[in-house]
């Protein structure tokens, strides 16, 4: 007996200090996994934080418009170079208007273009633009929001849609009563059409909104460089001005001669049918006076 109270006693002594050593061992891990728990929850509370922060502002609904006037060399190398810009940043070339206008006495290329492109890419297609340039006139960015409008019209929406799924359900409850009137089914009808047609006007809305928040509009202006151009567009050479002179002398001599002609040919006749006769009263005149003289004097 005294042998079983040893071992019983050893045992029972054992289990003790066995769990007196996990109980001094658990509070050394566990401020460890308490503060790896507290560190995990504050990056969480500060990711969600900043989720939040940012959240507002990429929520926003912003249309942009963008004007820049632009001094280049070669205007028609320019605007192809612009076409391939904004195809690469998945825009589109709106409307190109091209006109030559007079500088001097030379002829230059002027332009105005209308860009699409992605609202994210403005400020890398504005950059890329200002590249081509020889000068930079002007740049001007506008930014409008229209996140109220939007959230307004999404609303009414939502509002109109669920309006429209109830009077579906009302129509086709209407059309299975067995009492019901034609002019009950038309009723229900002309406030469905009602419905619908402020949907497509909104949805419209909607549409046109959400293209120009999605695509920015750049309006470009193209000033030909007349710096750039040579301030002598063609060698000298005497031939020109040689040429011209002789051009000149030949057209004169060839109307001092068309004139000597038409006095010859037009002239001198017109004048001999005239003064034929003049000479012939003249004539006669002076005879009768003659042999008035001679009356007289008899």
Known sequence: ??????????????????????????????????????????????GAGAELSRSPVDMRK???????????AETEAA?????????????????VDLSKNTYGETEALRGSLTLRVPAESLDDALAQLQALAT???????????????????????????????ELLALLAEVRQKPNATAEDILAVHRSLTAIRGEIETLQGRKNLLDNQIGFSTIRVELIPDSINRPIVEQPWSATGPTRSALRALVLTLQGLLTALIWVLVYVTPLLLLLLIPLAVVIWLARLWLRRRRVQNGK
């Open 1 to 46: 007996m005294t042998w079983r109270r040893i071992s019983t006693l050893t045992l029972l002594l054992f289990i003790g200090l066995f769990c007196l050593a996990c109980s001094a061992a658990a509070p050394a891990d566990a401020p460890a996994m308490m503060e790896a728990d507290t560190f995990a929850a504050d990056e969480s509370a500060n």
């Open 135 to 165: 000068d930079v006139r002007n740049l001007n960015v506008s930014r409008r929001d229209v996140t109220d409008e939007h959230s307004d019209i999404e609303a009414q929406l939502r509002n109109l849609r669920a309006t429209e799924k």
């Open 62 to 72: 912003l249309i942009a418009n963008a004007h820049i006037s632009l001094v280049v």
């Open 79 to 95: 605007v192809a170079r612009i076409d391939m810009i904004i195809s690469e940043l998945g825009g589109y070339l709106a409307d």
